[in-house]
């Protein structure tokens, strides 16, 4: 099979909450090429599909939560591959990562950690009901220059506020970027700037140009 066959054929596997069999048909792929290959050339394609169909909701819950499993099934045996063949890797970032106060709707992270960490990116995930001081401490501990805060509601976004303000009072605003996503951000992208957010994508597998982008604007003459 060639890499678009592979590709549907996965795509299928995860529909169907047939885990191993995605993980089957990776390996075979691998096998000829590496993991590195097949998470490039046929995971992310695949996991492009499913954040589209994810925003037309005609995937469940459970689907996309089997997408990411065996999305970070195949990080891990990269991560693997690289240090058997002693691979040197460019690591971008860090970055933090989490869902903000109040909001336990981890699948939706769980998805752009994954396109993020593919793409090159250090990230540093720090869960669920993460109150904004703990986003701004841990990206000063681990000199990240960007925050990604996710939020499902609206209730729940309007949390984001607060870590606006922890910024502001820091004088970290401009060091330390805000991005901003989850379900209620498709609804309402304006709701973004609305709650201090620098920036908001669509779709997961926009999330690494997103943290690029914000990371080339943060500013980095002043240490942090």
């Given at each position: 099979?060639?890499?678009?066959?592979?590709?549907?054929?996965?795509?299928?596997?995860?529909?169907?909450?047939?885990?191993?069999?995605?993980?089957v048909l990776l390996e075979s792929y691998a096998l000829s090429r590496s993991y590195r290959s097949a998470m490039s050339e046929v995971m992310e394609p695949v996991l492009e599909?499913?954040?589209?169909?994810?925003?037309?909701?005609?995937?469940s819950l459970a689907q996309g939560y089997i997408a990411g499993k065996v999305a970070e099934d195949c990080l891990l045996k990269v991560n693997t591959e690289d240090k058997k063949g002693d691979v040197a890797q460019t690591a971008k970032g860090p970055?933090?990562?989490?869902?903000?106060?109040?909001d336990f709707h981890s699948l939706g992270r769980k998805l752009?950690?994954?396109?993020?960490?593919?793409?090159?990116?250090?990230?540093?995930?720090?869960?669920?009901?993460?109150?904004?001081?703990?986003f701004v401490d841990?990206?000063?501990e681990a000199d990240a220059r960007v925050i990604g805060v996710s939020a499902m509601m609206y209730t729940t976004a309007d949390n984001i506020k607060k870590v606006r303000l922890e910024l502001d009072r820091r004088y970290l605003s401009g060091k330390i970027k805000l991005a901003v996503g989850g379900a209620v951000f498709k609804l309402r992208p304006e709701l973004a700037k609305e709650v201090?957010?620098?920036g908001t994508v669509a779709n997961g597998f926009l999330a690494p140009d997103l943290f690029t982008n914000?990371?080339?604007?943060?500013?980095?003459?002043?240490?942090l």
């Open positions: 099979m060639n890499a678009k066959e592979f590709q549907k054929s996965i795509y299928e596997a995860i529909l169907q909450g047939e885990r191993e069999q995605a993980n599909e499913i954040g589209i169909a994810w925003d037309k909701e005609d995937i970055i933090i990562i989490g869902n903000i106060e109040d752009i950690s994954i396109f993020l960490q593919s793409s090159g990116w250090r990230v540093i995930d720090i869960g669920n009901d993460v109150p904004a001081v703990e841990k990206a000063v201090g957010g620098d914000l990371w080339a604007q943060s500013v980095c003459e002043v240490p």
